[in-house]
């Protein structure tokens, strides 16, 4: 499989190695920043390297592309990829509205070329061990859950695209809260949102608190977007769904956590926990061998270019998982429930 990647900032560079190591060939590269084109090519060897993606897209001799740049070019560079016959395996958050998701997946239609968001947290071993679990066991009717992904100190790329709106759509709520979101309805096999209601805040980020390390600061940019978002969600079914993501928080430390509560049993992740009752109270470890998630993601990409395999990433879950933030971002900016329908 020969693959061109777009944007080889922090996570492109993963995506080159891992691609390389499950034996893609990295054969093109792009970016508008000269000094990661020339990092590339000395350090990974892509061959050919490009600062309009288009050039690179319109390349005969690839069978695949890896969108891995701001979130405003996820849905134009991701269909104009498809256009041009390439599969393409695409960052999340998969584009800013649900309506690009929605446009990304006609294209992928259209043209016949699978599309793969790269929701990485679906990789990991202790996930997919929970997801084979609800396939095979199941834990009854999923009617609550909660996921919790809070940062003390995390805000990234100060400055950069990461706290512009207009480049970032928004904060932790697109950057990780996508991925807390996506794994728990996930789990809960279950992506029927039916409304939102949210708030977001700004309290650190406007002072120039909460820093991290992830991303390339611009010094004097400006931050646009929340630090903190806490959604609830209302599922078709009835069940319901909080989220709360932070970039930053006065708390002791990193915090990730995500439980689904069944009428039959619960689940809790990371750790492949699941928990019940049998006359007694059960509790029950998972088995399975971590493994880099990042580099099973790079494999599954490697099956569906090649194998045409499923992507593990379905239209109608992008969809709604996008709508899902979308309608909870809007619902924080209005002050009321959201309905998914208003944003689809
Ligand atoms: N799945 C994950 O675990 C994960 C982790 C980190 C980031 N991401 C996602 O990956 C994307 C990139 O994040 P990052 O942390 O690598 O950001 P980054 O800022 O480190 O890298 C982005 C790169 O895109 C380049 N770029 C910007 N505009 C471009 C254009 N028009 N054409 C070509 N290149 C362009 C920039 O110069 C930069 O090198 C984001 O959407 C982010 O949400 C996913």
Redesign the pocket.
Known sequence: MRVGV???????KVHIKNLKAVGAEVVAA????EA?LKYVKSNFGVEHVYKD?RDLVARSDLDAVVV????Y??SRMTIDALREGKHVLC???PALTAREVKEMYEASRRYGRSLLI???LRFRADSRALRRYVEEVGIGEPYYARASLLRRSGI??YG???TRKAEAGSGPLY?IGV?ALDITLWLMNDFGVREAWASTYAKFGPRGRGLGT???PVPGGPFEVEDLAAAMFRMESGATVLLEVSWAGHIAADHFRVIVLGDRGGLEFPGAKVYGEEGVLVDKQLKYAEEDPYLVEARHFKEVVEKGVEPVTKQEEMVMLQAALEAALRSAAEGRVVRISEVL
């Open positions: 777009i944007g080889c900032g922090s996570i492109g792009c970016d508008i920043d990661e993606y891995a740049t701001p979130n070019l996820h960052e999340k958050p790269g929701l990485t990234p790329g950069s695209w990461f950057d991925h992830w991303g390339k």
